[in-house]
């Protein structure tokens, strides 16, 4: 769509309401990176606006209507990229995404602290873009699906990378997500306890859950009512 509201879903009473609007020229975003510095502020990466990809991130200060364009800017303009915060080591990744001639093996660092990047290459084995991506604040992070390239072929994906927070290192995980091979998926976390995916395409009614202590993904008993969808999303509470 076109809005450029940003609006609030609150917890306890869950109705929604609009807090603010973005303060940018860029208007409205397609396939941004989201990022949460929990309980301080929430941020939107890149994307694509009115006149194509953007390199900027926009942040919303919680509890307030204050929004504004950070100083700071990733080093690619992209969109279909995925994101992870981890409040305990103060910083959150974009990763991934579309940018025309770097599909998804690149990584920007957001520190909270400074709202400054930091650029990293070759951050995954493969190419992802159109993946999801969740986190264990404590420990690590969880890129799961997505559509990319492993070197030779182009494909649908059914990996779980891992992010460790304290070592900014990755690597490939031996399970692979219950849903089979998907991309545009959404995913949430239990923090501390559980990642699920779902949705996606091809369409899965099916929940892939992954606990933080085995790191092996199983379907659970429950199911969308329909027959999934492409583009969900995942909050996390």
């Known amino acids: 769509g076109s809005s450029t509201d940003v609006e609030k879903l609150g917890f306890p009473s869950e109705t929604t309401s609009v807090v603010a609007t973005w303060s ?47 100083a700071a800017a990733v080093t690619h303009a992209r969109n279909s990229a995925s994101g992870m915060s981890s409040k305990n080591y103060g910083k959150g990744f974009e990763i991934g995404g579309d940018d025309v001639t770097n599909y998804g093996d690149h ?6 602290s400074s709202d ?9 084995a493969y190419r992802v873009r159109q993946a999801t991506s969740c986190a264990n604040q404590s420990t690590a ?12 072929v182009w494909d649908t ?3 779980v990378f891992k992010t460790q927070f304290s070592t900014e290192s990755t690597s490939l995980l031996s399970t692979t997500i219950a849903t089979g091979v998907q991309n545009n998926l ?17 369409y899965s009614a099916t929940i892939s859950k992954m606990p933080f202590s085995t790191e092996t993904c199983a379907a659970i008993s429950a199911t969308f009512s329909g027959t ?7 909050v996390r509470g």
Not at 46 to 60: D, L
Not at 228 to 234: K, N
């Open 24 to 70: 940018s020229t860029i208007g409205y975003l397609y396939g941004p990176a989201g990022l949460s510095n929990s309980r301080v502020a929430g941020y939107h990466v890149g994307g694509s606006g009115a006149s194509g990809r953007v390199a900027s991130a926009q942040k919303h200060v919680f509890g307030s209507s204050s929004t504004s364009t950070l």
């Open 107 to 112: 990584a920007n660092r957001l520190t909270f």
């Open 116 to 124: 400054t990047f930091s650029h990293y290459t070759s951050f995954y």
């Open 141 to 152: 992070g969880y890129t799961l699906g997505g559509y990319g390239n492993n070197g030779s």
């Open 157 to 159: 994906l059914q990996t």
């Open 186 to 202: 959404g995913s949430l976390a239990n923090n501390g306890t559980a990642a699920y995916s779902c949705g996606g395409y091809p």
């Open 228 to 234: 999934g969808s492409a583009l969900p999303y995942g």
